[in-house]
């Protein structure tokens, strides 16, 4: 079955930087579309940034020049850099893969929390 496990959330001041990872399982990882959701408290889960399987990326706006998204598809894993970090970036941060019909039908990962103090 397909797993992804999100590390490396932590907490950080404003200004800092952290790197998540994903490591997937159970699934053919070269061929799916991969990407990172966020969840703050009291507000919709929002994708951030995506990754096609050719390489086709997309990033929010909210964090467009800030974040990094990649892929090792030799490892199986998804990583996000995030640099700069304000207090808003603060959320549950979730791996996603997507589903033949769109994000809603793939699969996600257990998130790892991100805090950014000020």
């Known amino acids: 079955q397909v797993q992804l496990v999100e590390s490396g959330g932590g907490l950080v001041q404003a200004g800092g930087s952290l790197r998540l990872s994903c490591a997937a399982s159970?699934?053919?990882?070269?061929?799916?579309?991969m990407g990172w959701y966020r969840q703050a408290p009291g507000k919709e889960r929002e994708l951030i940034a995506s990754?096609?399987?050719?390489?086709?990326?997309y990033y929010a706006d909210s964090v467009k020049g800030r974040f990094t998204i990649s892929r090792d598809n030799a490892k199986n894993m998804l990583y996000l850099q995030m640099n700069s970090l304000k207090p808003e970036d603060t959320a549950m941060y979730y791996c996603?893969?997507?589903?033949?019909?769109?994000?809603?039908?793939?699969?996600w990962g257990q998130g790892t929390q991100v805090t950014v103090s000020s």
């Open positions: 159970g699934m053919i990882f070269s061929i799916a579309a």
């Open positions: 990754i096609s399987n050719i390489g086709l990326i």
């Open positions: 996603a893969r997507r589903g033949t019909t769109g994000w809603a039908g793939g699969y």
